[in-house]
């Protein structure tokens, strides 16, 4: 089982970008698809992104299309999210997680056992 550490939040403006990062451990990580989610201030956590174990297939909440986008780099055990033209309903703590059933469609809809810590992402207006 992998454990996850995430990193790149912070305070950041209207507009502007982050990019946040999930580092692995484990050899199994490839193994894994990967998701972020997300949970703002008196809200529930909600599904951001996902790839898939090969990087070839990603997925992504209307909220996000278009202004996100999820990598990842297996010889790093590393997962990515790229924001940009981030807004102040962006803010939340970010969260990755590990998958190994692998479906990215309905990641946000099962049970995952591994999370992260998460790391707070704060949007300015």
């Known amino acids: 089982q992998v454990q996850l550490v995430e990193s790149g939040g912070g305070l950041v403006q209207a507009g502007g970008s982050l990019r946040l990062s999930c580092a692995a451990s484990?050899?199994?990580?490839?193994?894994?698809?990967m998701g972020w989610f997300r949970q703002a201030p008196g809200k529930e956590r909600e599904f951001v992104a996902a790839?898939?174990?090969?990087?070839?297939?990603?997925y992504y909440a209307d909220s996000v299309k278009g202004r996100f986008t999820i990598s990842r780099d297996n010889a790093k055990n590393t997962v990515y999210l790229r924001m940009n033209s981030l807004k102040p309903e962006d803010t939340a703590v970010y969260y990755c997680?590990?998958?190994?059933?692998?479906?990215?469609?309905?990641?946000?809809?099962?049970?995952?056992?591994?999370w992260g810590q998460g790391t707070l992402v704060t949007v300015s207006s």
């Open positions: 484990g050899r199994t990580f490839r193994s894994y698809a």
């Open positions: 790839i898939s174990w090969s990087g070839g297939g990603t």
């Open positions: 997680a590990a998958d190994p059933i692998g479906d990215i469609a309905t990641m946000g809809r099962r049970y995952l056992e591994v």
